[in-house]
């Protein structure tokens, strides 16, 4: 399958649940939902009728636009003609117009709704989000891609963590690493105010540092203006050295975590990682097609609770996150979620990352991250990396 091809498979998905909703078209605004139903992330709208081919308006490139695009391009330099122009192209005026009212700004809703002063304005960022949640074959061999990258960038970084360096330092080269294997850097998010720099390298106590982002870990950063990630920190021996990075290759995310120590790890973390280890083993003997994600988070949390750990499991205290996996594809924070209250069924094709994990505070962090592929039978491991501890020797 081609990207073209897949354009078409989801555009007339997005079509399929406008007509179920008397929906008469949907306005693309946001960058991500943009590439997704035209391949392109130009500055740009894209107009999605119920029936007949979309229209892109673009201001900026019209150039790559167009080379990136399937769709009728309209050139323009400001968007308030947008309504002229589906008049002049003879295309129904929208009574019921959808947008992504979960990402858009206010600002932005209401210049949508001068422009369509008679239109009722609807929410499509549920419809949009359905469909991204189940990966196409063209999508999925990206992924499967992106989890073998990871893998032999992640090879070279036992040989790249020595005490006496910050974690700063070791970051960078990580991150090298992964830019010589063609990394874009740049992690999407959709939730509000979540952003990502690659992911999270913290050592000992630091990776107990909890902060704004909706995840276990955050780690001091470098000040509060960019609250997260790795800081100025010199690693130690003994300490558990903890690698939460998310590798994005070719636009899709894969999300992977792992250990690694230099010398003799304390006990209490190794005990906690063995324990993820178990929990993420249960799991993907769990998951199926059908199963609630629910119901994996209350497996999670009894054996944990079994181990003694419950009060550690995805966080400590009052800084404790209620989920242990999450959907991954264009952006990071896809659905479906692996929560309490998520009660919809998982699908073949879903791509999610599960990341058992326990925060010990003093200590540090210990667990797991894989990314996995949603089978007919169950899951296949997109991250292919080996999961066991790393022991990095003394020189």
């Known amino acids: ?47 999605v009728p119920a029936e007949g081919e ?18 009728n391009i309209i050139p ?19 009574k019921r117009l959808g947008l992504e009212f979960d990402v ?46 990871m893998a032999d960038a992640f090879g070279v970084v036992p040989e790249l963590i020595r005490p006496g360096l910050s974690e700063l330092a070791i970051a960078a080269s990580i991150e090298k690493e992964l830019r ?7 992690s999407r998010m959709r939730g509000f105010n979540q952003e990502f720099f690659y992911g999270h390298f913290l050592s000992g106590s630091n990776g107990c540092m909890a902060s704004f982002n909706d995840g276990v870990t955050a780690g001091m950063g470098m000040g509060a203006f ?20 998310v590798g994005v290759f070719d636009g ?46 209350d497996t999670a949390l009894k054996i944990a609770d079994k181990a003694g750990l419950s009060h550690n499991f995805m966080g400590y205290g009052a800084e404790r996150v209620r989920f242990v996996g999450h959907g991954v594809g264009l952006e990071l924070d896809e659905r479906p979620v692996i929560a309490p209250g998520f009660n919809i069924p998982l699908e073949a094709g879903m791509v999610i990352a599960l990341e058992p994990k326990f925060v010990l505070p003093g200590l540090g962090i210990a667990g797991i991250e894989n990314t996995w592929l949603l089978t007919p039978n169950g899951v296949e491991k997109i991250t292919v990396l080996p999961d066991d501890i790393a022991t990095i020797p003394l020189a």
């Open 180 to 186: 010589d294997h063609e990394h874009q850097g740049l």
């Open 226 to 245: 960019y609250p997260q990630g790795p800081g100025n920190r010199v690693i130690q021996v003994g300490d558990p050295v903890y690698l939460d990075y």
């Open 252 to 297: 899709y995310n894969v999300d992977q975590t792992r250990l690694y120590v230099i010398g003799v790890l304390a006990h209490r973390l190794r005990y906690a990682f063995q324990v993820a280890l178990e929990i993420q083993e249960m799991l993907i003997n769990l998951v199926k097609p059908g199963m609630m994600a629910s119901e994996l988070y």
């Open 54 to 71: 979309p229209l892109l308006f673009c201001r900026k490139s019209l150039t790559r636009a167009a080379n990136e695009c399937p769709w």
């Open 1 to 47: 399958m081609t990207l073209k091809e897949d354009l078409y498979r989801r555009i007339k998905g997005l079509q399929d649940k406008m007509l179920a909703n008397d929906c008469d078209a949907v306005m693309i605004v946001q960058n991500v939902d943009l590439y997704y139903f035209s391949g392109t992330m130009q500055n740009a709208r894209l107009y």
């Open 104 to 149: 858009i700004p206010v600002a932005l809703y209401q210049s949508v709704q001068r422009l369509f002063p008679d239109s009722t304005l609807l929410d499509a960022s549920g419809w949009i989000g359905d469909l991204r949640t189940v990966k196409s074959p063209y999508e999925i061999a990206i992924i499967k891609a992106a989890g073998k990258k």
């Open 76 to 94: 323009t330099n400001n968007y308030k003609y947008i309504p002229n122009h589906i008049k002049e192209m003879g295309y129904q005026w929208p």
